[in-house]
């Protein structure tokens, strides 16, 4: 049986483990956080070698040449080759901004919590 031209792009990127279920790939798509060469991509779009998708996973996006077809979830090697990775370097944790985490409901910020907020984001003179 001949390789397949063409494959949805929710189930290729689950095949390419991208995302863990098919579902959550479709999700993704639903949200508008595919883009299948520059455009918002629905689940059922077909993709094809060359194809670029941009993929927004956790806050980043992710860039993928498509270089092989697949249609079912297969071996880490494998779909490693049906994909080129174009993504950028992430930037060194030192230089992204930390935001303060506030514990699970401790409530509502305090004036001066705000105030210390606002400082750290450089909205507020010292």
């Given at each position: 049986m ?18 863990k ?21 629905k ?14 996973i956790?806050?980043?996006?992710r860039?993928?040449v ?29 230089l ?9 409901g ?20 010292l």
């Amino acid at each position: 049986m001949p390789a397949p031209d063409t494959a949805r792009i929710d189930a290729w990127l689950w095949a390419v483990r991208q995302f863990k279920t098919r579902s959550a790939a479709t999700a993704a798509c639903r949200a508008g956080h595919v883009r299948l060469n520059g455009e918002r991509a629905k689940a059922a779009q077909s993709v094809r070698a060359g194809d670029e998708i941009r993929v927004r996973i956790e806050g980043f996006d992710r860039i993928l040449v498509v270089r092989g077809i697949l249609v079912k979830r297969v071996s880490a090697p494998l779909a490693a080759a049906a994909l080129e990775d174009r993504t950028p370097p992430r930037p060194p944790r030192e230089l992204t901004a930390q935001l303060p985490v506030r514990d699970r409901g401790a409530g509502r910020p305090t004036k001066r919590d705000r105030r210390e907020l606002e400082r750290l984001r450089g909205e507020r003179p010292l």
